[in-house]
Each structure stands twice: as structure tokens, then as C-alpha cells.
């Protein structure tokens, strides 16, 4: 199931050997609601970063996985 106004690629076929960890973010272009993944790593700080390669612009945002918020957006926008 996709929600309108968002995009979504499934992770299994391309990453079936590698345990990954999904999240969605908020496109600062677009405004769209985007998945993103990292790989799955539970002893990242709270605060900490992930460059990810947007799909519905194709730019490269600077992602917060824990709360879905990029570096420029902030407390702008709610996810």
C-alpha cells in the first residue's frame, strides 16, 4: 500500500543480503513524504545525520533517521 503523495521503492530485492533499517523523511523540495534506508546500526547517536539520495527530487538531503527531520528543515515542518 502507497499513500498518495509519496514515494516508496521496495528495499528487498535490492539490499536481501544486508539487514537495513527504513524511515521516511519530508522532501524540502518537493514536500513529498519519502522512504529512505540506512544501513542498521543501533548505536548511532540521536542527533546524527545520513546523506540519502532523494527519490522524488534526486538530490542528496542530509536525513535524521530517529525523528525523519533533514538539517535544513528543522522544527519547520512536522514530518
Same mark, same amino acid.
Given at each position: 500500500?502507497? #499513500? #498518495?503523495?509519496? @514515494? ?9 543480503? +544486508? ?7 519530508? @522532501?524540502?523540495?518537493?514536500? #513529498? ?12 547517536? +540521536?542527533?546524527?545525520? +545520513?546523506?540519502?539520495? @532523494?527519490?522524488? @527530487? /534526486?538530490?542528496?538531503?542530509l536525513v ?9 528543515? /528543522? ?5
Amino acid at each position: 500500500m502507497q #499513500l #498518495l503523495g509519496t @514515494c516508496a521503492v521496495p528495499t528487498a530485492a535490492a539490499f536481501h543480503d +544486508e539487514t537495513m533499517a527504513t524511515f521516511l523523511y519530508r @522532501c524540502p523540495k518537493t514536500r #513529498l513524504r519519502v522512504q529512505g534506508w540506512v544501513a542498521d546500526e543501533p548505536t548511532q547517536p +540521536e542527533q546524527s545525520y +545520513e546523506a540519502v539520495t @532523494c527519490l522524488a @527530487c /534526486g538530490s542528496v538531503h542530509l536525513v535524521n533517521p530517529a525523528s525523519g527531520r533533514t538539517i535544513d528543515d /528543522g522544527d519547520r515542518y512536522p514530518t
